[in-house]
């Protein structure tokens, strides 16, 4: 929910859509954040060769629609897994 600061009972805004903005990216960052669960855990040890062409395999298959130049690898993805 928007919030905007309040000083001696007046709003201070300089522009509403910047106000937005900020809000929106926000809930973009919170939703992203809650939506892609990390694959590997950062502190813990690396992947093993195995898992890490499954992730990428998954990759190629799952940014396929935004990327249509990933289409070529798509064969190799399927024998990983995909």
């Known amino acids: 929910m928007l919030q905007l600061p309040v000083t001696d009972g007046a709003a201070r805004v300089r522009s509403i859509a910047a106000e937005l903005l900020a809000e929106s990216r ?19 040890p690396l992947p093993s060769l195995q898992q890490r062409l499954a992730m ?17 690898y798509r064969p190799v993805a399927e024998r990983l897994g995909c």
Do not use: D, H, S
């Open 26 to 44: 926000l809930l973009e960052r919170e939703t992203a954040e809650r939506a892609a669960p990390a694959l590997v855990e950062v502190t813990g």
């Open 56 to 72: 990428i395999a998954t990759a190629v298959c799952a940014y396929e629609k935004f990327e249509r130049g990933l289409a070529r």
